[in-house]
């Protein structure tokens, strides 16, 4: 089916063949009558009508006669669980568990990799170490080079290289399965009442792997002003560089609470956040689409592909070539300047305090207002080229030891937070600015060289980080009201 | 041989692969409807021999890739998934354009064999536009477990085009499909597809304009299928005829005697 957007675009082109149309009627005038009918037809759609079904006349008389159906009472597996997977009882419970099994299998399965290569890491540097004094290299160039540099990387690599190699595979076994169709079709009308594209389940589907891939698959939306709103949305839903920090958080602060309970309490933290990612997704979208992006939804037919048998050495290969080995790359880029920077700018000190201090100090009133405090904002903005060093930054800065710690286990890090006085709605309110706050340097380029204009850009920034203050500042002033009456 | 002196008219549509292609034999398209496991037959064919990018000025991802069959180098290229050609998305009308103004020497419709009837609707599409059409039936192994059986001997013969049954996740049939899409693009085999037939209305029409505009197609595109395009309603086809074939649609026309 044509949808109305299309339809228009048609109706649009149409004029312009008919002022050919008229100029080819005045030099001839026999062609009148062709010109008349085209002209008439195409504007009703007839013609066009018609010869699409004979189009499929043709397709179905054909198919009728080569292909024979063995009638022996099968049983269409597919329509079966299809009756399960996108019904209206249990299509969202069951994508519910499918998003809880995936983040509990990450996180009891990324700790002890997590811990051995951190281990390896950090002991390499040492030998690091050893090999520039033993060369007489200068402290600064120590620093910079061993305790900014290669400790974010050891950090980065360490904590997302085997969350990643466990999610990205489970991912793409489920893309393979033809399980994700189910998902936009089960999301897709809400979609349509927020005013957006049914297609927006899809990209918002790819960006819990990667914003910017995200706004990438936002191509697949024909309509401009769908497509706008999908792209602008799309960093609400958290992505692979935000899980370890989500998770890291969800496990100590709130899985902390119970000890035999601790990694399931953890991945429906996770999952409540993504579940508050989708509400907001839903919401923003339908502002704007009742605001700067007006318009009506486009119909666009869904096919459920039918299932199919997942082939695992292609997922395996797929998975760590495409996407883990993309992600780390990035990663990798980024922290090695970032680590650098950040060491100089904690080691750098006017009149007794580091620069760095003196600028979360700046921060530290509007974090306050909204539960936070200042480093956590300066880390958040330090971590614009990516999310994954944003609680390296901050706990470097309270430390204040001038380098990113090592944390081979996830409770130091809690002690830590806690000594600096985090409580449960500090993490909680971490957490959800994590996932609402402006996308990643690398998201926000490819908005702005998928739109074409630094403006959409800006927007989408703009958009995120006010939502994030409004959501964290109501969160805080509804803790500050509870914690006043008891 | 690539035909370096046809890539001016074949114009930009070629621009983009001239780096990777200037060493290949045949330039052959991979057309199909999504899902069908048209990616699973490029992967297959091209192993680690791609190279991914963008359409020129478009935000529709492209891969190309090649591979080598009986001392021939091939120039695979993966058109945008599509339901049809009529040029409705974007990635309809970057398939349309790349199938007829690129003229590749062998078009290749993916199509799933669990359910062909809706694929062949681009299948007709596709041999309204050029008869050097392979057809790659695909998912044969998934009919068979759900039934469905493929008369290919028959299918190819009122099609009129060579129609091979593949299963690609494993490979089966793809060296067939190698073989087939040679003898079309070394023109060892010329298919007559079949001519889907219209209502004598539309017929009487397709004629009229067809008459027309011949002259002015000087043998590049089929006159039939633009004069179809033009009852469609299509207003993309005349401004790609324009740029592609660097024809002027309106000024030539006038030229036509009455």
């Keep these: 089916m044509p949808n109305s957007s299309v339809k228009r675009e048609v109706a649009a082109g149409i004029d312009r063949i008919d002022i050919d149309c008229t100029a080819v009627v005045a030099a001839d005038a026999d062609s009148m009558t062709i010109e008349d009918t085209v002209k008439e037809h195409a504007s009703t759609g007839r013609i066009e009508d018609e010869i699409v079904s004979a189009i499929y006349d043709h397709a179905d008389a054909i198919a009728t006669d080569v292909v024979l159906r063995h009638t022996r009472n099968r049983v269409d597996w597919d329509d079966r669980i299809d009756s399960i997977l996108t019904s209206k009882a249990f299509g969202y419970p069951v994508m519910l568990l499918v998003l809880a099994l995936v983040f509990w299998i990450t996180i009891s399965g990324a700790n002890y990799p997590s811990a051995l290569l951190s281990k390896l890491l950090f002991g390499f540097e040492d030998r690091l170490t050893e090999l520039l004094l033993r060369l007489h290299s200068p402290e600064w160039l120590h620093g910079v080079l061993v305790l900014g540099m290669y400790r974010t990387l050891a950090w980065v690599v360490s904590v997302m290289l085997p969350p990643m190699a466990i999610f990205f595979p489970l991912f793409t076994f489920l893309e393979d399965l033809g399980y994700l169709p189910r998902v936009a079709f089960n999301l897709d009308h809400w979609f349509k009442r927020a005013g957006a594209h049914g297609k927006q389940a899809l990209t918002m589907s790819m960006g819990f792997g990667c914003n910017a891939a995200g706004v990438i698959a936002a191509r697949v939306i024909e309509s401009p002003r769908e497509r706008l709103i999908a792209i602008l949305t799309n960093s609400f839903v958290p992505c692979n560089g935000r899980f370890p920090a989500l998770i890291a958080l969800a496990a100590t602060f709130v899985g902390g609470m119970s000890a035999s309970l601790s990694n399931l309490i953890a991945s429906a933290t996770v999952v409540g956040l993504v579940i508050i990612g989708i509400l907001v997704t839903l919401l923003i979208s339908l502002a704007l689409s009742k605001t700067i992006l007006k318009g009506v939804p486009s119909a666009f037919t869904l096919e459920l592909p039918p299932y199919r048998k997942p082939q695992l050495g292609r997922i395996i290969v797929r998975s760590l070539l495409d996407r883990t080995l993309f992600v780390l790359k990035r990663a990798v880029i980024v922290a090695l300047p970032a680590g650098a920077v950040t060491w100089v700018v904690a080691n750098t000190y006017i009149g007794g305090t580091s620069v760095l201090d003196i600028a979360s100090g700046w921060l530290d009133p509007i974090g306050r207002m909204i539960g936070l405090d200042g480093v956590i904002l300066l880390a958040f903005i330090l971590g614009l080229p990516a999310n994954e060093i944003v609680i390296p930054i901050a706990l470097m800065s309270y430390l204040s030891t001038g380098m990113m710690i090592e944390l081979d286990s996830a409770s130091a890090m809690h002690e830590v937070f806690v000594s600096k006085g985090w409580t449960l709605i500090t993490a909680l309110n971490f957490m959800l600015f994590s996932v609402l706050h402006f996308p990643c340097g690398t998201t926000l380029l490819t908005i702005k060289s998928e739109t074409g204009s630094f403006k959409w850009a800006a927007v989408t920034a703009g958009i995120t980080t006010l939502t994030a203050f409004v959501v964290c500042w109501l969160v805080a002033q509804t803790a500050n009201l509870i914690g006043g009456l008891l | ?258």
Aim: charged content about 25%.
């Design chain 2, 1 to 258: 041989m690539f035909r370096h002196d046809l890539a001016n008219q074949r114009g930009v549509l070629r621009d983009g692969f001239r780096a990777s292609s200037a060493n290949a034999d045949y330039i052959v398209a991979l057309a199909g409807n999504p899902n069908t496991g048209k990616s699973t037959v490029f992967n297959h064919l091209t192993g680690l021999n791609q190279h991914t990018g963008n359409w020129a000025g478009k935000t529709v991802a492209q891969a190309t890739g090649t591979y080598a069959h009986n001392g021939k180098r091939v120039l695979l290229v993966d058109l945008p998934g599509t339901y049809s050609l009529l040029s409705r998305s974007p990635e309809e009308e970057i398939a349309r354009d790349f199938i007829c103004f690129a003229d590749p020497d062998a078009t290749v419709v993916v199509t799933d064999a669990t359910c062909l009837q809706r694929h062949l609707n681009l299948v007709l599409q596709v041999i309204e536009m050029t008869p050097r059409v392979v057809v790659c039936l695909n998912l044969i192994d998934e009919a068979k477990r759900k039934g469905i059986e493929v008369d290919c001997a028959r299918l190819s013969e009122r099609l009129g085009i060579p129609v091979v049954p593949t299963a690609a996740r494993n490979g089966y049939g793809l060296e067939r499909l190698k073989d087939c899409v040679e003898a079309v693009a070394t023109g060892q085999l010329s298919p007559s597809p079949l001519e889907v037939r219209y209502p004598p209305t539309i017929e009487r029409q397709i004629e009229a304009i067809e008459r027309e505009i011949a002259p002015v197609l000087s043998g590049k595109l089929k006159p039939r299928w633009v004069a179809l395009r033009l009852l469609d309603g299509d207003p993309s086809i005349v401004k790609s005829i324009e740029r592609h074939l660097g024809v002027r649609m309106l000024d030539a026309r006038k030229k036509v005697p009455a």
